[in-house]
């Protein structure tokens, strides 16, 4: 059998339907407005970055242990207040493993990591000084990346500023960035704020080198020229056309300031250059000696432990949350 004769079988006999052709056939307007126009879904950038972020359930997990986390470092320290030498006079009451603890004051939720040298309940004693350290990371981070990502985008796209700032950051970036904390720190009289001073007057130079190479790397893209030669200012298309491009690579970098600062604040303390106020890494200074004493173990590695899983919780959260900004997740 012929393909011709096997289209004809294969034809439908209209006629048998028993419809008219204005039932058959009905005319289509033409339209040049609606012929261009893309049918496509609504996006939503921040939509879709939480969308892909919330996909993982590492990442909901990790949600739910940051704030439990945040819980304990900002609330139950207004709830339960904390007294260091409440306990002071009670030589019975001090270097108490948490057995030991609930016997002398009873099973209860601040004696779970037992005692300290002065008596003090180290759990309380960790989450009064991780509020602390945490809110310096915090302050710290938003105030480098704040000056950093400005003056880096302007940076990267100016060659005027690019000459400045380039002989600035040989010249200071050269110098160890602990010993001019320390420095600082022995000359202004150790405190939450002159650390927070110390930690930003140039720790803002090393974010901006960051973000000046980023855009140094995107600058010269069609849009940005076409942009420069309608005279679009630099400012506004530092702001406009490149930071938003940037935001995967900000928040990866956020990522690692953050756990970064508290370690440092951690360090600081643990070799006397830190914060007056009891923080996590001045528990740790303290309680060092402890470490070696059977029984008082709990006091060394009680901080220690807290401030590692808060580090890694913080890092871990902002690595994803940097790969979920990335739009090429999005698709």
Known sequence: MSSMEQKQQAAVDLSELGLSDEELFSHVDHSDLESERITAPRYSYWRSVFRVFFKKKLNIIMLAILALLFIFTYVYPLIFPYDRFANLMDGSAKHLTPAKAFEKFGASIHYILGAGAAGEPTFDAIWYG?????SLA?????????IGILVGAIWGFSKKVDLVMTEVYNIVGNVPYELLIAVLVFIFRPSFWTMVFALTITGWLAVAYFIR??????????????????GTPITRIATKNI????????VT??????????GMEVFLSYIGMGIAEMTLGRMISEAQSAMLTPGWGFEFWSPVAISAV???????VGQNLGDASDPRTHM
């Open 130 to 134: 991780a509020r602390i350290s945490v």
């Open 138 to 146: 915090f302050l710290v981070a938003l105030i480098n990346m704040t």
């Open 213 to 230: 190479t980023q855009v140094i790397i995107i600058r010269d893209r069609e849009y940005n020229m076409a942009s420069r030669c309608l």
């Open 243 to 250: 930071l938003p491009f940037m935001t995967s690579v900000i």
């Open 253 to 262: 970098y956020a990522a690692l300031e953050i756990p970064a600062y508290i």
């Open 310 to 316: 808060i580090s890694i919780v913080l890092f871990v």
